[in-house]
Every structure is written in structure tokens, then in C-alpha cells.
């Protein structure tokens, strides 16, 4: 088992709420591998909610103004954002849905609802290497993924979508709640992870296919352009999603690359 790298935390207990936060994005910020893989927190939108304390308005803008670029109006090529319902929690077509491997419900008072999907991140999960021979075994890391994000005070699992390296394509948190994969930049963001830590390892050509092919459907389905296809350390200071993965990426997303005529 993979223990955080501070294995000694700075207690939170008694601290006020502004000093129990900075602490916890401290903790999480310095923990590169934890048992949990490479998944960030997630930040709260406000709303009003008895007896829970939310961010200000204020704060809620400023994330999102750093998440989503300003769109260039002249770049006709670039397909609109989709701007429809909350996506409803039905899952795509061959998607494994969460109830073949998750072992409890998702915990709504921790999350927030989906946002309109205007981005996709790629991850890793960034943990100890190991052999996933079959759907047992891969029901069984996701187990341990999601247990390890409750214990960081998540809602569920942080990903949308995770990928095996025999290709099957699994859900993870459904898609009516926002994802916690990049902290501070989880709204409109869907969070795919591929398994493997591929720092160390390789994805496998089978993997990468499903990759490419279930990306290119969400683009699609959301009207995502490319240019909103981001690795994980696209948008923070990580290793996420490995040496091994990233060219990959950024192949596919050239524009002589599998995304660029898939999607």
C-alpha cells in the first residue's frame, strides 16, 4: 500500500474553517502519490444549503474565470460550448456503469452538480504499478481508488470515466456531479483517468485506443473543441498523466491526430 509522503499531518482539529481549508489544500497539494492516485479536490460552487458553509460568489467567479479561457468569436472553426441541461445521469453506450464495482453510493452533500461540460482532463492514477488481468482486479483498484478519495473527504471516486489497459471503459462519478481531478478547476471539467502510473509504465496500444475513441465521443456529444482537451499537468504541477502518456496527447491532439478527425 502506498502511504502519503507526510505521513504526520498538521491537525486540523480546532482550527477556524479559512485556516482548516488552506491546510487541507496544503496536505492534498504535497501527497504526489497517494494511495488515491493523482486526483485533486474539488471546489465548491455556492448555493444555499442548511448548516453547510459555502465559498463567496466572489471566489466562485474568480475559479471559473481561471478555468475556462476567453472564447475568440472569430475562430469559426471552433464548435460553440454546449450550453444545455446538466448532463442527465445516464451513462454513454459500453460504458461500465459504477454499480459493477462500487461498493457504496456517492456522498452528494460533499460534491456539487455538473456544470455544463466545456473541458476534458487526462490522468494517470499515479500509484504503485500492478498487473490488472482481469475485470475482477480492475473493479477491485477502483474499489480502493474511491475509498482512498472518501477518506480525503470526497464525494465518491474523483474521475467521470476511468480506462483499463484492455480497453473497457468504466464509469466513476456520474456525470450529474462535478468531478474533484483538478483542484480549483473542476467545474465544466470532465475527468477521464487512464490506469497504469505511466511515469513507470507504458499504456498499453489498446488503451490508448479506447482513449482516443471515447474523448472524441465526448467531444462530440458536448461540442468540445481540442483545444479544450488538457493533461492533467496541462493545469497544475504535476508528473500527472506520466512521461509515458503525454506525448501520446499531445500527438492526438495535433492537427494531423486521432482527435483532430474523430472529433
Given at each position: 500500500?502506498?502511504?502519503?509522503?507526510?505521513?504526520?499531518?498538521?491537525?486540523?482539529?480546532?482550527?477556524?474553517?479559512?485556516?482548516?481549508?488552506?491546510?487541507?489544500?496544503?496536505?492534498?497539494?504535497?501527497?504526489?502519490?497517494?494511495?488515491?492516485?493523482?486526483?485533486?479536490?474539488?471546489?465548491?460552487?455556492?448555493?444555499?444549503?442548511?448548516?453547510?458553509?459555502?465559498?463567496?460568489?466572489?471566489?466562485?467567479?474568480?475559479?471559473?474565470?481561471?478555468?475556462?479561457?476567453?472564447?475568440?468569436?472569430?475562430?469559426?472553426?471552433?464548435?460553440?460550448?454546449?450550453?444545455?441541461?446538466?448532463?442527465?445521469?445516464?451513462?454513454?453506450?459500453g460504458v461500465t456503469p459504477r454499480s459493477a464495482w462500487a461498493q457504496g453510493?456517492?456522498?452528494?452533500?460533499?460534491?456539487?452538480?455538473?456544470?455544463?461540460?466545456?473541458?476534458?482532463?487526462?490522468?494517470?492514477?499515479?500509484?504503485?504499478?500492478?498487473?490488472?488481468?482481469?475485470?475482477?482486479?480492475?473493479?477491485?483498484?477502483?474499489?480502493?481508488?474511491?475509498?482512498?478519495?472518501?477518506?480525503?473527504?470526497?464525494?465518491?471516486?474523483?474521475?467521470?470515466?476511468?480506462?483499463?489497459?484492455?480497453?473497457?471503459?468504466?464509469?466513476?462519478?456520474?456525470?450529474?456531479?462535478?468531478?474533484?481531478?483538478?483542484?480549483?478547476?473542476?467545474?465544466?471539467?470532465?475527468?477521464?483517468?487512464?490506469?497504469?502510473?505511466?511515469?513507470?509504465?507504458?499504456?498499453?496500444?489498446?488503451?490508448?485506443?479506447?482513449?482516443?475513441?471515447?474523448?472524441?465521443?465526448?467531444?462530440?456529444?458536448?461540442?468540445?473543441?481540442?483545444?479544450?482537451?488538457?493533461?492533467?499537468?496541462?493545469?497544475?504541477?504535476?508528473?500527472c498523466p506520466g512521461r509515458n502518456l503525454q506525448p501520446h496527447m499531445n500527438?492526438?491532439?495535433?492537427?494531423?491526430?486521432?482527435?483532430?478527425?474523430?472529433?
Amino acid at each position: 500500500m502506498i502511504q502519503p509522503e507526510e505521513t504526520h499531518p498538521p491537525t486540523l482539529a480546532g482550527a477556524d474553517p479559512a485556516r482548516r481549508d488552506a491546510l487541507r489544500l496544503g496536505l492534498l497539494a504535497g501527497a504526489a502519490l497517494l494511495l488515491g492516485g493523482c486526483a485533486s479536490g474539488s471546489n465548491r460552487i455556492a448555493r444555499s444549503t442548511p448548516g453547510v458553509q459555502w465559498p463567496s460568489d466572489a471566489s466562485r467567479h474568480a475559479d471559473a474565470s481561471r478555468a475556462t479561457p476567453a472564447r475568440n468569436p472569430r475562430d469559426w472553426k471552433t464548435p460553440e460550448p454546449y450550453r444545455g441541461p446538466t448532463p442527465a445521469p445516464s451513462i454513454p453506450d459500453g460504458v461500465t456503469p459504477r454499480s459493477a464495482w462500487a461498493q457504496g453510493a456517492p456522498i452528494p452533500a460533499r460534491m456539487d452538480r455538473m456544470l455544463p461540460p466545456q473541458r476534458i482532463t487526462i490522468h494517470h492514477d499515479g500509484m504503485d504499478p500492478v498487473t490488472l488481468s482481469s475485470r475482477t482486479d480492475v473493479a477491485q483498484r477502483l474499489e480502493q481508488i474511491r475509498k482512498a478519495h472518501l477518506n480525503r473527504d470526497f464525494g465518491d471516486i474523483g474521475y467521470h470515466f476511468i480506462i483499463d489497459p484492455t480497453g473497457n471503459v468504466w464509469e466513476g462519478r456520474p456525470l450529474t456531479w462535478q468531478g474533484a481531478h483538478v483542484a480549483h478547476q473542476n467545474e465544466h471539467n470532465i475527468g477521464v483517468m487512464c490506469l497504469g502510473n505511466f511515469e513507470v509504465q507504458r499504456p498499453t496500444d489498446t488503451q490508448l485506443s479506447a482513449l482516443d475513441r471515447f474523448v472524441a465521443k465526448l467531444m462530440r456529444q458536448y461540442r468540445i473543441p481540442v483545444r479544450e482537451i488538457k493533461t492533467h499537468r496541462e493545469l497544475a504541477s504535476t508528473a500527472c498523466p506520466g512521461r509515458n502518456l503525454q506525448p501520446h496527447m499531445n500527438q492526438a491532439r495535433a492537427s494531423t491526430g486521432t482527435l483532430s478527425y474523430l472529433g
